[in-house]
């Protein structure tokens, strides 16, 4: 479904379509974190965070200053009516903030991938990409993985694997090199499938912090047998804001 949306789906659909699914990585964020505490300010917040995507669409940025300005101010108030024991209102409160950063910032930056010129390319590599990167982590990794790469944070990756990810990220560039994205040079290929082997990676890892920080093991169960949504997006957020970048400024030449 979502390779039909990026093909043929127009922008708006496209970013009607992300608006949903920042709501719901969102929902299942501050759950996450807060489980069955404040859940008027999660709700809030997530209707909140999901509205970035439709201002970025339609680019209206001057509105997004004064939107998070409103929901922080609106969630202040909220925490200070509504009081939950002291010790408790930092981390809450934080974590609730932290969602409205990492999820809408990172992923919002798609939306304006995806009206760059040869924006669907560029989305289509990144998915190839990281698709790539996790297959090659845990080839490698599950047959020649003996040092642990980040133990505290994931005990089951290796740096075998993490080298054998950045190697699977390059051959997956040159793939899209080869059959639809030409425009992009050898030596940028290369410089881009390093970078995203090792960003997607980092973003894993810090999905992994998240969810060890909550004391669980996945992020949700809003995908049968695969975990929570974030599960699937943890490395995305990392990448599409610098693949924008490299597409927008012109650096895979």
């Known amino acids: 479904m979502l390779g039909l949306l990026i093909g043929f789906a127009n922008s708006l659909v496209f970013s009607l379509f992300l608006t949903l699914v920042l709501f719901l990585a969102l929902f299942e964020f501050y759950q996450m974190g807060l489980a069955e505490h404040h859940r008027l300010e999660q709700l809030f ?3 909140v965070g999901s509205c970035i995507i439709p201002l970025l669409h339609f680019q209206q940025y001057p509105l997004l200053l004064p939107l998070l ?3 922080l101010l609106i969630l202040s108030l909220m925490f200070l009516l509504r009081l939950p024991p002291i010790d408790e209102v930092p981390h809450r409160l934080g974590w609730i903030f932290l969602g409205l950063v990492y999820l809408p910032f990172l992923l919002g930056h798609l939306v304006l991938l995806r009206q760059n010129q040869d924006g669907r390319e560029w989305i289509f590599l990144t998915l190839l990409v990281i698709m790539g990167c996790d297959s090659f982590a845990y080839f490698v990794g599950s047959n020649l993985g003996k040092r642990k790469l980040y133990p505290a944070v994931s005990p089951n990756k290796s740096v075998e694997g993490g080298i054998g990810g950045v190697l699977g990220s ?4 040159f793939l899209c090199k080869a059959t639809f994205l ?5 030596t940028g290929a290369v410089g881009i499938g390093l970078l995203l082997g090792v960003v997607g990676q980092l973003g894993d890892l810090f999905e ?3 969810k060890r920080a909550c004391g669980v093991k996945d992020s949700g169960k809003m995908i049968p047998g695969h975990g929570g949504l974030l599960d699937r997006l943890d490395s995305l957020l990392f990448a599409f804001p610098l693949v924008y970048y490299i597409a ?3 650096y895979g030449g």
């Open 170 to 173: 390059i051959l997956a560039v």
């Open 182 to 186: 030409p425009v992009i040079s050898i």
């Open 248 to 250: 927008h400024f012109g």
């Open 69 to 71: 300005t409103l929901a």
């Open 45 to 47: 917040a997530a209707l």
């Open 208 to 210: 992994s912090l998240l």
